[in-house]
């Protein structure tokens, strides 16, 4: 593995980030294993309801929609290392009844309900403060490939999760995959106390009362950070929900087993390990062109997955749409980050959050009713052609003009610190 100052994995050598890496593979890597055991759950429970699934993820992301702000608000004022161990131990926490209720046979839909919407609480604060604390742990000079790499461990975990999930689900049920899931958020946990906090690259301390709505003023006045904004709403609102189409596409149109659906959720991070590991190579602040080039590539790749005539045509299909997907939000994720003032970025990075994760509810919905009265495929390609529409759009309209490009040109920051998660 190259970590010298050019290779691909350079901002690995730095302990701290290395260590935050591993124990972040090993939790997502549980959590992922959850979500197939969790979907499967429901199916199982609710006869293969597609209402059921879309209301366990929209209750699942509710909650970053409506304090995700506020807990980018949370990062810019409180020490994130501490944050990120207390969120991961009230995880893990939520996780252990779950699995006991599954276990001893109790589990109902309501319990399922009330966890997801639990953990989204918790995720609200967590997300934005683990993408802000990657910009401490290895400074501006490496932020964006510690950005892809980033985005490279997530998609790891999702491959190895899913395909180990739907084995063990398979050979010892549901129940014993979500205690796993437990387990597992002691990883990032230990990661984060064996860290040397005097190596953390802080930058000055802020205000000690930073306020949501200054960051928002900060995101309309800027015409570079609010155009990929308004796409990654459109895309993220009907393009990226997999979590809630894949299922059913394994088990409504193909009808397969627990295994066949972890595979296809394995290739579609496999696709997207892919483009993490080609932004890896990135120095400068991707353009607008790029941001909205990419988000039309992924819209024609999600929309011929619904057209999708065989399993296995899905699986080729589902890799190369993973890819274009991931190869869309780190280009957006770059853009916004590298052009955000430094006092600003929590609070950014929240809106981000909140646009990225938090339009998902109502997508979810959205497409939920879609595929209940017109098949799951329309979900597909429904998806896909407004995010190739929307990809339009800002092609069109979003370059010209923007007075950005000197900025774009630039390395990769002024001189303070900055983030990442995918």
Known sequence: MSTDATGPFRALRVRNFRLFTAG??????????????????????TDDSASALATVTALQFTPLLLLTLY??????????????????????????????????????LWHVYVFACALGAVNAVEVPTRMAFVGELVGPE???????????????????????????????????????NTVSYAGTI???????????????HGDDRPRIVDALRHVRDRHDLLVPMALLAAV????????????LLAKSVYHVDASSFGLLTAVLAAGSLMGALVATGRRTRPSARLVAGSAVAFGVLEAVVGLAPSYPVAVVVLFL???????????????????????????????YTLILQGSTPLGALLLGRIMEHEGVPAGFLTGGLVTLVAGAAALTFGSPGDGTREADARPALPAEEQRARP
Request: charged content about 10%; hydrophobic content about 55%.
């Open 190 to 204: 230990v990661g984060l106390r064996l860290m040397r906090p005097a190596e953390l690259k802080r930058g000055p």
């Open 236 to 247: 993220a609102l009907f393009g990226l929900n997999f979590q809630l189409t894949l299922p």
């Open 71 to 108: 807990g980018g608000r949370l990062a810019d004022r409180h020490d994130k290392r501490a944050l990120l161990t207390l969120t991961n131990l009230v995880s893990g926490t939520l996780a252990l009844p779950l699995a006991l209720l599954v276990l001893t046979g109790g589990a109902r």
């Open 321 to 351: 749409t993973g890819g274009a997907s991931i190869c869309f939000v780190q280009a957006a994720n770059h853009r916004i980050q590298l052009g955000s003032a430094p006092e600003f970025r929590g609070r950014v990075l929240a809106l």
């Open 142 to 180: 490496l932020l964006p490939n510690a950005s892809a790499l980033s985005a490279a461990y997530f998609n790891v975990a999702r491959i190895a999760g899913p395909a180990l999930s739907g084995l063990l689900v398979t050979a010892f049920g549901i129940g014993w995959v979500m205690l796993v």
């Open 24 to 45: 972040q593979v090993v939790s997502v890597a549980g959590t992922w294993m959850m979500v197939v055991a969790q979907d499967w759950l429901v199916l199982g429970l």
